[in-house]
C-alpha cells in the first residue's frame, strides 16, 4: 500500500516515510541583486498568506480581503470558460526517471486549466514554465488532462484585479533539472 502525506507545517512530502524532493527544490532561483534569507522568508511567507486567502474563499466562501474580494470576481468571470475548480492545493507525487517528486498544483479546473497563482513575478517566465510543466505533469501522471497552464498575479493597479498570463509548461526542461540534479548526486 502506498502511504503518500504533505506536511503543510514543514512543506514536506512524504512516501512510505521517505522524504521526498519538492518540485520547487529543482527550480533555480536566482533573485536580482543580493537578497537577505530573511527578506526571501518575509516573501515566502507573504505568498503562502495569499494562498490561504484564496484556498479560504474556494473551500469556506470566505470573502474579507482586497485579494478574496478580487478573486471572487476573477472567477465569477471565467467559471463558464474554466468550469469549477476540481482540485485546490492538492498534494501528488510522481516519478521521472529514478526519482519521486511531491509537489502541489495550486487551482485545477475542470476544462483542464492549471492555474498557479504568483504573488509577485521575480523568478521569472523560465522558472515559471519549468514550475507549470512540472505541475502538469503530477496531474497528468495522477489521471489529469491539462489543456492550459496560466498565472494567476495581482496587478500593479489601485485597486486591485488580478492579472492571467498564459504560460506555456516546459516539461523536457523540468525533466532535464532532474536529470541534472540525479547526474550530481549519483542516484
Request: glycine fraction near 8%; proline fraction near 3%.
Amino acid at each position: 500500500m502506498v502511504n503518500f502525506e504533505y506536511n503543510p507545517i514543514t512543506h514536506t512530502y512524504t512516501l512510505n516515510g521517505q522524504i521526498l524532493k519538492s518540485v520547487t527544490s529543482f527550480l533555480p532561483y536566482e533573485p536580482k541583486g543580493k537578497i537577505s534569507q530573511e527578506v526571501l522568508k518575509q516573501a515566502r511567507d507573504n505568498g503562502s498568506n495569499k494562498h490561504f486567502e484564496i484556498e479560504l474563499f474556494i473551500k469556506k466562501g470566505v470573502i474579507e480581503t482586497d485579494l478574496q474580494k478580487a478573486f471572487s470576481q476573477w472567477y465569477k468571470k471565467i467559471l463558464s470558460s474554466y468550469g469549477k475548480i476540481l482540485l485546490c492545493e492538492t498534494a501528488f507525487f510522481m516519478k521521472i526517471s529514478d526519482t519521486y517528486i511531491g509537489g502541489k498544483p495550486d487551482y485545477f479546473f475542470e476544462k483542464g486549466i492549471l492555474v498557479d497563482f504568483k504573488s509577485g513575478l521575480s523568478a521569472g517566465i523560465d522558472y515559471f514554465q519549468k514550475q507549470l510543466g512540472a505541475y502538469s505533469m503530477l496531474l497528468e501522471q495522477n489521471g489529469y488532462r491539462v489543456k492550459k497552464t496560466i498565472i494567476l498575479t495581482p496587478s500593479n493597479s489601485k485597486k486591485l484585479k488580478l492579472k492571467v498570463i498564459e504560460i506555456k509548461p516546459d516539461k523536457q526542461g523540468f525533466i532535464e533539472l532532474v536529470k541534472k540534479w540525479e547526474k550530481e548526486n549519483g542516484v
